[in-house]
């Protein structure tokens, strides 16, 4: 079955840096949606992407779809320590199942 | 702005007792979904629920597991005999069209222990 993978698993970075999270699924998909979950907190949707190529910008936060349709990235610029929390890619599979990728934890250091 | 809103918000409960959780989806949208995720792991899903019936539901959700719209408000969650390893938070989601290309909404989460 469809199987969405994230990298990396935890992200450490310096307040102020970059940094990149990816997101691949072993199908080709319709959509792909990004979900962040603060800690102890429940997932809340930041974005979704649909277009082979798209590429969508909210403040810091630039996500991206794969020309494939098969991978997305969101990189975020000048981390703060709002940024703190899990990020989860999420899609659907051809059964209509949304597969959620096992996140990518960021701990931000001052 | 509407908010989906669960019931408990923490249940205890021992083995091989039945729990239900509550979900109050937003008011006009259509599509529910229940997830869940074990401690430290990555959110699962478990169930959707379109016009008053099973749309897709996943491998983890098995006889065990039933899900209902008893009203035209709540959206409830059933676990007829509790195992240590339904221990985890549960999500309730809705949308307004189909979820696979529209936003969902989560809950805050119920969070289940069985003992």
């Known amino acids: 079955g469809q199987q969405v993978m994230q990298i990396p698993q935890y992200q450490h970075v310096q307040e102020g840096e970059d940094f990149t999270t990816y997101c691949n699924s072993s199908t080709t998909l319709s959509n792909i949606q990004w979900y962040k979950q603060r800690p102890g907190g429940h997932p809340v949707f930041l974005i979704q992407?649909?277009?082979?190529?798209e590429v969508k910008k909210q403040k810091r936060l630039t996500f991206q779809f794969g020309e494939a349709k098969k991978n997305s990235s969101l990189h975020i610029t000048a981390t703060q320590t709002t940024d703190v929390g899990t990020y989860f890619c999420?899609?659907?599979?051809?059964?209509?199942?949304?597969?959620f990728g096992a996140g990518t934890q960021v701990v931000v250091t001052p | 702005e509407p908010e989906v809103t669960q019931t408990p918000s923490h249940q205890v409960t021992q083995m091989g007792q039945e729990v239900i959780l509550r979900c109050v989806p937003i008011?006009?949208?259509?599509?529910f979904y229940w997830y869940r995720q074990i401690l430290g792991q990555k959110v699962e899903f478990l169930v959707s629920f379109y016009n008053n019936e099973i749309s897709e539901k996943s491998e983890i959700f098995d006889d065990q597991f039933s899900v209902e719209r008893p009203d035209g408000s709540n959206f409830t969650l059933k676990i007829r005999s509790t195992k240590l390893e339904d221990s985890a938070m549960y999500f309730c989601a809705s949308s307004a069209y189909r979820g696979l290309t529209d936003t969902q909404y989560f809950g805050p989460g119920t969070r289940l222990t069985v003992l």
């Open positions: 999420a899609g659907p599979d051809s059964w209509g199942k949304f597969q």
């Open positions: 008011s006009n949208h259509l599509y």
């Open positions: 992407l649909v277009k082979s190529g």
